[in-house]
């Protein structure tokens, strides 16, 4: 495996001051795509400090600018955000989930990187913490992004749903099985497979990530562990 650095660092957020940064860039991409609910984002938010939550931020290398950000919420705990808003299927229930959220980063070409990167460093986290599903909730044409990664709808195909965690903005439900990840990426020959599984990258670092423990709770009654196969899921 090759090593590549980047002009940047991810790292997990363990500070006020790293905090501030990721609200700040949190809230200038929002800006840009949904002003009116931005305002809402100026502020760090009662669930950054929560225990079951975990924020990642980009910086650059260059003068340690902030230039990416995401929150990801897993279901130990408590029910995910967007449960809020939706049920989740049966086959969504008793496992242990994990969300992406208030993923915001700068513009231009440099941001695409950013993007590619804190992925990868979802990844890293779903892997280790031991994550069944990753569940996403992407506006549109956010929503094409995780497409792009194979993703898969949770409801009706690019069916949108409102959720009230994002001021009642459409969003389209996916979901993505982390055992089968580069299974499937390699039949797609997927065109991230190199970055996120043939190269290390000694910048996204998220530091030690221990497994999820506990039952998975949901909004809904709990249900014992749902086998999905591989075909119903792509299906779904």
């Known amino acids: 495996m090759k090593t590549e650095r980047l002009p940047?660092?991810?790292r997990r957020v363990e500070t006020e001051a790293a905090l501030k940064k990721?609200?700040?860039?949190?809230?200038?991409a929002y800006a840009r795509h949904?002003?009116?609910?931005?305002?809402?984002?100026?502020?760090?938010?009662?669930?950054?400090?929560?225990?079951?939550?975990v924020v990642l931020l980009a910086e650059s290398k260059l003068d340690g600018t902030a230039i990416g950000t995401a929150r990801l919420q897993t279901?130990?705990?408590?029910?995910?955000?967007?449960?809020?808003s939706v049920q989740l299927p049966d086959w969504?229930?008793?496992r242990a989930l994990c969300e992406v959220e208030r993923l915001g980063v700068g513009e231009g070409r440099i941001?695409?990187?950013?993007?590619?990167?804190?992925?990868?460093?979802?990844?890293?986290?779903?892997?280790?913490?031991?994550?069944d599903f990753a569940v996403v909730a992407g506006r549109s044409p956010v929503d094409r992004?995780?497409?792009?990664?194979?993703?898969?709808?949770?409801?009706?195909?690019?069916?949108?749903?409102?959720?009230?965690?994002?001021?009642?903005?459409?969003?389209?439900?996916?979901?993505?099985e982390i055992a089968t990840a580069e299974e499937r990426w390699r039949a797609a020959n997927h065109p991230l497979l190199?970055?996120?599984?043939?190269?290390?990258?000694?910048?996204?670092?998220?530091?030690?990530?221990?497994?999820q423990r506990g039952l998975p709770t949901t909004q809904s009654a709990m249900h014992m562990p749902v086998a999905m196969p591989l075909s119903q899921f792509a299906a779904a």
């Open 22 to 28: 990721a609200v700040a860039i949190r809230h200038a």
């Open 34 to 53: 949904v002003p009116e609910f931005a305002r809402t984002l100026m502020v760090p938010e009662a669930c950054d400090y929560e225990e079951d939550t």
């Open 111 to 131: 941001g695409h990187m950013v993007k590619v990167a804190l992925m990868k460093a979802f990844f890293d986290y779903w892997e280790q913490s031991g994550t």
């Open 8 to 10: 940047f660092t991810v």
């Open 75 to 84: 279901n130990i705990y408590r029910p995910l955000h967007l449960e809020e």
């Open 145 to 176: 992004q995780y497409e792009q990664l194979l993703f898969k709808d949770v409801f009706g195909a690019n069916e949108m749903v409102p959720l009230r965690n994002t001021g009642n903005i459409p969003h389209r439900v996916m979901a993505f």
């Open 92 to 94: 969504l229930q008793g």
């Open 194 to 211: 190199k970055f996120f599984r043939e190269t290390h990258h000694p910048d996204i670092d998220i530091g030690l990530v221990l497994p």
